[in-house]
């Protein structure tokens, strides 16, 4: 197969796949890859691959083409090419929830300077990379990268760019619970599918109307939180999007459990927990498995919330998921106050604050925790964040946390 017809075949497999026939979409691409003699066109038709894994939940076959890619781009000799599959490499990895992975060849990605191609991907290396500190918990991290990524979006007008950072953001104001923040910038994200989404996928939409869900449901509005959810799980059912119907199915358990009906809950949280475990989310499971704990607490099962938390603390050490290691810890903290084991109590309290210690989850300014109930936060340029109100009466001449830090030990 030549140059002309592999970039023919490459173009019919993209009008198959806009057309929602991804098997077939997939058939043609994959002929592509055994027959074409362009190493150009398989690195093209190599990409839509990874594309259509990814949007598929079929995480290890993303990874598997994009190693392929990879060998294909040191052939080509090409930086950009080799650029852009180290990203891929990435991002599988990121979707396989193996972080420390991930933020390693996103920063192979950002050495790999020089180019203009290269220069407009920095963007995407730094959502990646964001999104793989905050699995890990590392917040000012996370932070510093998500606004990298939104400067990168700004100053090259790419406003896919900037939805799906404005996604990000809104997932990691929810974990450390600014909720006004959390809802601002999926609200944003949705602005940017109607203004500027019409040759767009679905999926943008989608995933706005998923995180102003999350949003919605933890400021306790259910109603606007069932609508969202209903409409991003309507479009992710058209386009067999597995990982994104395994989110919304984890949302309507929380709504469910929110309005305390547990019956409801339960075979949401199955169905999720089914999905998340097919496509290799750990990430997600760790918060199937927090849901189903409360389920269980809310039914005073303690001994079955238990069990739930002894799984997900397996998952969360072994991800290195500090803030799922904190809320589990919390939780063993109220049940055994419940059941007045004293020992076990202590043990969990003392683990609690370690993790907050080591996620610097306090506000440097009161000393009070961050993420233990909703409040306005605030970031300095340095990234290191506040409550809102703490910085409006104490004013700041530099970061407190950045003082603090270039302090050396032997001068404490």
């Given at each position: ?18 057309s ?26 190599l ?7 990814a949007?598929m939940g ?43 992975k ?10 790999m ?17 964001g ?29 896919m760019l900037?939805?799906?950072v ?22 944003k994200?949705?602005e940017l ?8 996928s ?10 102003m ?34 989110l919304?199915?984890?949302c ?9 009906d547990?019956?409801?809950?339960f075979?949401?949280y ?5 999905i ?7 990430l997600g ?35 290195g998921?500090?803030?799922g290691?904190?809320?589990?810890h ?11 084991q ?17 996620m ?10 961050i ?42």
């Amino acid at each position: 197969m030549g140059q002309d017809q592999t970039k023919q075949q490459i173009e019919k497999g993209l009008h198959l796949y806009q057309s929602n026939q991804t098997e077939k979409a997939l058939r043609v691409w994959m002929r592509v890859l055994e027959k074409s003699a362009d190493p150009a066109g398989r690195f093209r038709v190599l990409g839509c691959l990874i594309t259509a894994h990814a949007e598929m939940g079929r995480y290890k076959d993303m990874l598997k083409f994009a190693v392929v890619q990879i060998d294909t781009a040191r052939e080509l000799e090409d930086p950009d090419f080799l650029t852009e599959s180290y990203l891929n490499l990435a991002r599988s990895n990121e979707k396989l929830c193996e972080f420390q992975k991930t933020i390693s060849y996103c920063k192979t990605c950002l050495n790999m300077q020089g180019t203009t191609v290269s220069m407009q991907l920095n963007g995407q290396v730094s959502l990646s990379m964001g999104n793989a500190f905050l699995g890990l918990s590392i917040f000012q991290k996370a932070l510093e990268c998500f606004e990298k990524a939104l400067r990168y979006a700004h100053n090259n007008d790419d406003k896919m760019l900037e939805c799906r950072v404005c996604c990000s953001l809104g997932n990691f104001y929810t974990q450390i619970k600014d909720y006004e923040k959390a809802l601002f910038f999926p609200c944003k994200a949705a602005e940017l599918v109607n203004d500027y989404g019409k040759g767009w996928s679905l999926k943008y939409r989608a995933m706005s109307q998923y995180h102003m869900a999350v949003a919605y449901r933890k400021l306790g509005r259910l109603a606007d939180a069932m609508d969202c959810c209903e409409e991003s799980m309507k479009i992710a059912l058209q386009h067999g999007d597995r990982p994104l119907q395994a989110l919304c199915l984890l949302c309507f358990a929380d709504i469910h459990r929110s309005r305390r009906d547990v019956q409801t809950a339960f075979p949401r949280y199955d169905s999720s927990m089914s999905i998340m475990t097919e496509i290799g989310n750990r990430l997600g499971l760790i918060q199937v498995l927090l849901g189903v704990t409360k389920c269980w607490m809310i039914q005073k099962e303690l001994d079955k919330a238990l069990e739930s938390i002894e799984k997900a603390q397996e998952l969360a050490e072994g991800l290195g998921n500090k803030l799922g290691q904190l809320k589990l810890h919390c939780l063993c903290e109220r049940i055994y106050r419940t059941k007045e084991q004293q020992q076990e109590l202590r043990d969990h309290v003392v683990k609690f604050h370690e993790c907050v210690e080591e996620m610097e989850l306090y506000c440097g300014m009161c000393g009070e925790s961050i993420g233990e109930k909703n409040n306005q936060l605030q970031a300095l340029p340095c990234s290191h964040f506040f409550h809102l109100k703490c910085l409006q009466t104490n004013g700041t001449r530099g970061c407190p946390n950045c003082r603090r830090l270039s302090v050396k030990p032997g001068y404490v």
